[in-house]
């Protein structure tokens, strides 16, 4: 099986044809130069992999940026097909007379520093000519919004309208609302904190270790391997152990219960050994598979690792210092039913930011995932937030 990232390094950059936009959202490439980490490793070069619906207006005033969570990318609207092995995570709130309609916004979304989709990650190649692997280096949240800084200049956007994400996005907007004020008219986040707390730590390190134990890992120097061998199974088991944060115990009892997988018994043996299995079971073994086959191990370490050190308040004097000082219109949107992120992380946010007017909650048996499930309610607070821009 061929598991793994999409590496595009070395393709030519964007030309100045993205300005009239692109219905369509094709890739575009751009190297955005030399970019040193925060841990201390320079980067000889940085390509940042993006996309972009709609046409920028005269004076520059409608661009909107949509960062994106732990395992999107840049295709935020539109099909499946050459470049995209899925369709677009937002499908149902970007596009012509959508939430975020692009007859009248410019839309971009970016994929992130480490990630696995054209933007240089641990499958990039370095100037060895040989992937990363082991020696990509921890990256932040910092690192992601510094790189996302350098490349709005690139592409000569002077000031965001409007910069929106879920989760890992949310966490992106935050840092830019802190970092960059003067660069953003307003921002929104959704399912997301300003500090992960102790909990969500744990969980992202049960995840990580599945994926260091598994024999094809080889420390993260498993690209070489014949046949597309690589830590498929430990990246599978990762997947479970996330899924089940991303949705809720009252989903999962409503949907699965303690039903049986189509044709299978639970209570039948071989060898003295289960051989049947819950549909639960096969839900969550259908959703490991569906990641390993399109996302890379390195890539996913690399953005847990990012996410579990995320706190807004480090080097700021405290979470409430930090958000204190975010004083542009700010939307923030919790989930009813998130155990990942749980409502009280957003009205914390709305506590002590105070461009935050108030909490809007998505009402969802979903959980966590009700950002890419409830899209009528998402809307309708993304409108909020288009409505507050100044």
């Known amino acids: 099986m061929n598991y793994g990232p999409i590496a595009y390094e070395g393709l030519p950059p964007a030309s100045a044809a993205w300005r009239e936009g692109d219905p369509v959202g094709d890739r575009r490439f751009i190297d955005i130069g030399e970019f040193t980490t925060e841990s201390g490793f320079s980067f000889p070069h940085v390509t940042v992999a993006y996309e972009t619906w709609g046409a920028l207006n005269a004076d520059g005033s409608n661009a909107v940026y949509i960062a994106h969570a732990l395992t999107g990318d840049s295709h935020v609207t539109g099909t499946a097909g050459v470049g995209h092995k899925t369709a677009g995570w937002w499908d149902a709130l970007v596009g012509a007379g959508k939430a975020i309609d692009t007859d009248e916004w410019f839309v971009v979304c ?26 990509f280096p921890t990256v932040t949240i910092e690192d992601m ?71 094809h890992f080889l420390n993260g120097d ?33 949907r699965f219960g303690r039903m049986y997988q189509e044709d299978e018994d639970p209570y039948e043996w071989t060898h003295g050994k289960r051989s049947g299995r819950f549909a639960l079971e096969s839900y969550l073994e ?69 461009g935050a007017e108030q909490l809007y909650v998505v009402e969802s048996l979903v959980g966590h995932d009700g950002f890419l499930v409830e899209d009528e309610q998402v809307a309708t607070f993304v409108k909020i937030a288009l409505n507050r821009i100044r």
């Open 286 to 354: 259908h959703h490991a598979d569906k990641l390993a086959r399109r996302f890379d191990a390195n890539t996913y370490i690399a953005l847990t690792n990012a996410m579990s050190l995320f706190d807004l308040g480090r080097n700021r004097g405290g979470v409430e210092v930090a958000l204190a000082q975010i004083t542009a219109p700010l939307t923030v949107v919790g989930i009813n039913s998130d155990r990942l992120f749980p409502v009280h992380q957003q009205q914390r946010i709305v506590d002590h930011a105070p």
């Open 145 to 215: 919004v510094e790189v996302e800084r350098r490349f709005t200049d690139a592409i000569g956007i002077e000031r965001w309208a409007l910069i929106l994400g879920p989760s890992l996005g949310g966490m992106r907007v935050l840092d830019w609302m802190l970092r960059y004020p003067d660069r953003i008219a307003s921002g929104m986040v959704l399912g997301t904190t300003a500090a992960v707390s102790a909990d969500e730590i744990g969980t992202h390190a049960a995840q990580l270790a599945a994926i260091y134990a598994d024999p």
């Open 110 to 135: 970016a994929n992130i520093l480490g990630g696995c989709q054209g933007t240089t990650g641990p499958a990039s190649l370095g100037p060895d000519g040989k992937p990363w692997g082991s020696r």
């Open 222 to 254: 498993f690209y070489e391997q014949p046949d597309g061998q690589g830590p498929h199974r430990g990246m599978g088991v990762a997947r479970q152990f996330a899924h089940l944060t991303y949705r809720s115990e009252a989903e999962l009892a409503e």
